[in-house]
């Protein structure tokens, strides 16, 4: 499997259609699979019923209003924020039963994620908080009380992209965001359940959750270093639009 660490956080746009990208190439059998691990810059990605909602323009407005710049998420769930605190960890695999194993990756991901933030000291745990922002049953929380990381899938004929977004440090800006734009949307939500790892681990950081993450996906992938190729950042300029809000 492919380990990519460059990210475009800064384009969220283009950086979501690399990894569109990435899940066309590998279904198409033309790469391995590949696993992307990068921080990201302020921005918020909206699912697709967040952009049938009423207040999805007052949304996008809220989002913008705190400095986080607007985008659609490739794979599914409600309105998901990033940070230079936050990692994004994306994983593409072949898969000719991809519509069959949706529910055995998650598991599988929520186990690996699981396994990382215990590595740094969080008594993390799978399951839903009440009352999280974008709820999942896969979702990471730490000690059954504030979430940490949600994961959502994208499926394609022979393949599936499993994308994760956790929270290393500065939970209560993303509270601050995440409250105004599911206030705009009509979700309810209690953003006291939103966490952080470094509030649960002192002295966690982007670095030392990336080390763990990359020995737990390790004990189960043979991850190849690798840089995205010049044909897979050109069909993500040609998708990106499809990204844009």
Do not use: W
């Not at 259609?17 to 198409?28: C, D, E, G, I, N």
């Not at 949304?59 to 794979?75: C, I, Q, S």
């Not at 409250?179 to 009509?186: C, E, K, R, S």
Request: include cysteine; proline fraction near 4%.
């Amino acid at each position: 499997m492919l380990l990519l660490r460059e990210g475009f956080g800064e384009r969220p746009a283009f950086d979501m259609a690399v990894s569109a990208a990435l899940l066309r190439r590998v279904a198409a059998g033309e790469l391995p699979g590949a696993l992307r691990i990068h921080a990201h810059a302020p921005a918020v990605a909206f699912g697709k019923l967040d952009a049938l909602a009423d207040g999805f323009g007052a949304a996008v407005d809220a989002a913008r209003a705190h400095g986080f710049t607007p985008f659609e998420r490739l794979a599914g769930g409600r309105a998901a924020v990033y940070h230079e605190g936050t990692l994004v960890v994306g994983e593409v695999v072949a898969d000719p039963d991809a519509t069959i194993g949706i529910e055995r990756r998650y598991e599988s991901t929520a186990a690996v994620l699981v396994e990382a933030l215990r590595a740094v000291g969080v008594d993390a745990r799978v399951g839903a908080v009440p009352g999280e922002y974008c709820p999942g049953d896969f979702s990471v929380n730490a000690r059954g009380a504030v979430k940490l990381t949600g994961t959502a899938q994208r499926v394609v004929r022979g393949a599936a992209y499993v994308g994760t977004v956790l929270v290393v440090r500065d939970a209560a800006r993303i509270a601050a965001v995440v409250d105004d734009v599911y206030a705009a949307l009509g979700l309810d939500l209690a953003p006291e359940t939103t966490g952080a790892v470094a509030d649960e681990a002192p002295g966690a950081t982007i670095e030392t959750v990336t080390a763990a993450l990359l020995d737990a996906y390790g004990r189960r992938h043979a991850l190849e270093p690798a840089r995205l190729d010049d044909d897979t950042l050109r069909l993500a300029a040609e998708l990106t639009p499809r990204f844009e809000v």
